[in-house]
């Protein structure tokens, strides 16, 4: 079936840091691959998203390419500050329209 | 402005009382999703409408019921089977083949 692993948190990274969260998935077919950023005590927004081999999804210094031959959708950034701190998502729909999420990632970065 | 909205934001009831969580928008979408999260956790999937008048369950649906009679509505009912109601509930829309939209969340405090 349709799964997706991401890298276990919590980060806790310092201002201007690189960030790597790492996400892998398992789908039959070709899915839509998206990553999503929550804030405390809100939805979910879509920060980026890629829905064909070899795409760079990228939003706000945010980036990630979709890897099938990997079967992965790491997200990067060269750069944190501190208002980056939130929990990101990794998650693919099916051609069916489900959506699988990973368990979340939480990031933190301190001034 | 197009988008979903949930009310209220805070739900608080007693034991063994039904509660019903509203999910509205009006970005003309054919899919809709209920989840639930539990403090740290991911996204769990309670029940998904690929269009009006038909629902599927999630994950788990146990304890919750939900009715698609408009298009732009999605209401779900916490019963008094769910044996562990209190969460923070999120809804989400989607168009086909593409990414989930989420609307603010409901947290429901049952004591």
């Known amino acids: 079936g349709n799964s997706v692993t991401q890298m276990e948190g919590p980060v806790t990274l310092s201002e201007e840091a690189f960030l790597t969260i790492n996400c892998t998935y398992t789908a039959t077919g070709y899915p839509s691959l998206f990553w999503y950023v929550q804030y405390p005590g809100e939805g979910l927004q879509l920060l980026l998203k890629a829905t064909k081999a070899d795409d760079k999804g990228s939003n706000k210094g945010f980036e990630a390419t979709y890897r099938k031959e990997t079967t992965s959708f790491h997200l990067e950034k060269g750069s944190v500050q501190v208002s980056d701190s939130a929990v990101y998502f990794c998650?693919?729909?099916?051609?069916?329209?489900?959506?699988?999420f990973g368990t979340g990632t939480s990031l933190t970065v301190i001034p | 402005d197009g988008g979903i909205t949930q009310s209220p934001k805070y739900l608080f009831r007693k034991e063994g009382q039904n509660v019903t969580l509203s999910c509205e928008q009006n970005l003309n979408h054919d899919a809709m999703y209920w989840y639930r999260q539990d403090p740290g956790q991911g996204l769990r999937l309670i029940y998904y409408s690929q269009i009006v008048n038909d629902f599927q369950k999630g994950d788990i649906a146990e304890g919750y019921s939900v009715s698609r009679e408009k298009k732009e509505s999605f209401p779900l009912t916490v019963t008094s089977a769910q044996k562990n109601p209190t969460a923070f509930y999120l809804c989400a829309s989607s168009p086909r083949r593409d990414e989930q939209y989420f609307g603010p969340g409901t947290r429901l405090t049952v004591t």
């Open positions: 998650a693919l729909s099916d051609p069916s329209n489900q959506f699988y």
